[in-house]
């Protein structure tokens, strides 16, 4: 089976950087992917990663411990704009694109 | 710009009814996702299609269908509504081996 654990909420000071950090429990195990979704949004795809190490896109970046089952997203300069909910998804196995999503860590950023 | 198209975007109907939900995508990605969501819940994906005629069930049980006759539409159908499907439906899609969803502004079921 799949499980990813995520922590449920965290609230940060605009200007400031959070990490959110995600440890899975797979069968198997391809890449995470960290997702971004507003109150009544869609879903935005923000990174992914297959290798150990950090990708950085802009104030985002993710990160991977391939050994240790975990990654975490980095967001830096934190704006209002980023209160949002952030899912952390692992695609199990090559030559699958199916997402398994956590359950959501829903930040807060306040002034 | 949104190239994926959901609709509707909120529906209400009685037990019983037969209902279809849309989705559309503009941008000639091959597979096609939906997922269910309850509020603040995560995802679970209920089906998905790796291209046309191609269709298969995922994780979360579910009494809907969906067909894959064009590459661009991948529609989700519930034969007899019951209030346990009141949730949100996100369709979403994907290019080759490219990792990213594209999500679609989903459509709100409520079953009375």
């Known amino acids: 089976g799949q499980s990813l654990e995520q922590p449920s909420e965290v609230t940060a000071v605009e200007g400031a950087i959070v990490q959110i950090n995600c440890t899975y429990q797979?069968?198997?195990?391809?890449?995470l992917s960290w997702y971004q979704q507003h109150d009544g949004g869609a879903p935005t795809f923000l990174s992914y990663n297959a290798l150990d190490g950090l990708e950085e896109t802009g104030r985002f970046s993710s990160f991977l411990s391939r050994s240790d089952s975990y990654g975490y997203l980095l967001l830096q300069e934190l704006q209002m704009k980023d209160s949002a909910s952030y899912f952390c998804a692992v695609i199990g196995r090559a030559g699958s694109y199916q997402l398994t999503f956590g359950k959501g860590t829903k930040l807060s950023v306040i002034p | 710009e949104a190239d994926i198209y959901q609709t509707p975007r909120y529906l209400v109907i009685g037990t019983g009814k037969k209902i279809t939900l849309e989705c559309s995508q503009t941008m000639g990605h091959d597979k096609m996702y939906w997922y269910q969501q309850d509020p603040g819940m995560e995802l679970h994906l209920i089906h998905y299609s790796y291209g046309v005629n191609s269709t298969e069930k995922g994780d979360l049980s579910s009494e809907s269908t969906v067909s894959r006759i064009r590459t661009e539409h991948f529609p989700l159908t519930l034969e007899s509504a019951r209030p346990s499907h009141t949730s949100q439906y996100l369709c979403a899609s994907s290019e080759g081996h490219m990792p990213g969803y594209t999500f679609g502004s989903g459509t709100r079921l409520t079953v009375v």
């Open positions: 797979t069968s198997g195990f391809y890449g």
